[in-house]
């Protein structure tokens, strides 16, 4: 027996797949027990900080945890220890709240619709889609049509002791890059473009089953345990809360690199020292104090601004002197070797290399 929107699909032989929801088990205890241990779950999460509980809050929701949750995550940690004021106003967490004034379930069975859009999964053809009907689907078709490949790409995103496997489509150039996915539509309307090899938080209650899982079970040591339908959540908490607590730490590590002040801040000086002894005793009202002009400042650096400009000024004034003196120098140059070109004209310079040539 499985869980309420488990799929179970089973070799038939002749290449033959059946898929399906699973059969239900009656409602009452099952059902009123993991009520129960959501309302504690829920009651007990009222004693975590905020940050914690709008992790829980998000997961009872069914939401993929990406880089902005854990950032959101972690400006709500800092805010919770005084570290970071609030900017906006905080969202309520509504569904814990629901759950534990009511004591409904958190979510309501989904169950998968459709499969399709696989890419970089086998030589499946493209576009095509793969329906499932409320009650059980029957797939069949001859070896290496694609049935295996279905299958895996289901292990992988649900649970399976079976073959999980995907192979890319060897007909293709190979491309390591490039990622492999399906698109995901399940009853609720939502459609969930999962990429393979990364968990599926909506579908990681679903099990399948497959003839290998089969010979598994049947062979090989399985040890039997149970737990409250619910529990599952408290472990994704501490994950997800763990991630959040390691974005903090390579904060930290980032802010505790050394950094060379000596270019920022030449020589000796108040402000530098104490840049160079910033530690936890160093006082903010301090920092922002050294970062404020007075007045007298103020009116140095006017007078300072006016010396370079004056400097500036006078250095030009030489700069155009020179080269004043630098033209009428090539002026002169020029003017005696037209005089010498004069001089000697052509008659004279035959005599010279005449005498040249001949030694007389």
């Known amino acids: ?47 975590l900080k905020y940050w914690e509980q709008a992790a829980l809050e998000r997961i009872l929701a069914g939401q993929q945890f990406t880089e902005d949750t854990y950032e959101e995550l972690l400006t709500y940690m800092l805010q919770d220890s005084g570290l970071a004021e609030p900017t906006v106003e905080r969202p309520l967490l509504k569904r814990l709240e629901h759950l534990v004034q009511n004591g409904d379930s958190p ?19 493209p576009g095509q889609d793969l329906p499932f009907g409320p009650a059980l689907t029957a797939i069949y078709g001859q070896n290496g049509s694609g049935k295996s490949g279905y299958a895996r790409v289901l292990g992988c995103v649900g649970f399976t ?16 890059n490039a990622p492999c996915c399906v698109d995901l539509t399940l009853s609720d309307g939502r459609c969930i473009t999962h990429e393979i090899g990364g968990k599926c938080a909506d579908l990681a209650s679903y099990y399948v089953f497959d003839s290998t899982s089969v010979r598994v079970h049947l062979n090989e040591e399985n040890r039997l345990s149970f737990s409250p339908g619910g529990l599952s959540c408290l472990g994704r908490l501490a994950d997800e809360t763990d991630k959040v607590r390691d974005l903090l730490k390579a904060r930290i590590r980032q802010c505790q690199e050394s950094h060379a002040f000596e270019a920022l801040f030449p020589g000796e000086s108040e402000v530098r020292q104490v840049i160079t002894e910033l530690g936890p005793d160093t006082h903010s009202e301090e ?4 970062g404020k002009v007075s ?26 002197r020179d080269l004043s003196e630098a033209i009428g120098d090539l002026k002169t140059l020029k003017a005696k070797l037209i005089q010498i070109s004069k001089t000697l004209g052509d008659e004279a310079l035959s005599e010279v290399n005449e005498v040249l040539s001949t030694g007389v």
């Open 1 to 47: 027996m499985l869980p309420e929107g488990c799929l179970e699909r089973r070799s038939l032989g002749s290449g033959k797949l059946l898929a399906g929801p699973s059969t239900n088990a009656p409602p009452g205890r099952k059902e009123e027990s993991r009520v129960n241990v959501m309302v504690e779950i829920c009651t007990w999460a009222n004693s």
């Open 107 to 125: 979510r309501p069975g989904v169950r998968l619709v459709k499969m399709g859009n696989l890419q970089n999964v086998n030589a499946l053809v």
């Open 161 to 176: 002791r079976g073959d999980k496997e995907v192979l890319p489509d060897v007909t293709q150039p190979m491309c390591p």
């Open 287 to 290: 920092l922002r104090s050294l």
């Open 295 to 320: 007045q007298q400042e103020q009116r140095r650096l006017a007078t300072l601004d006016r010396e370079i400009a004056e400097l500036k000024a006078d250095k030009m004034s030489e700069r155009i």
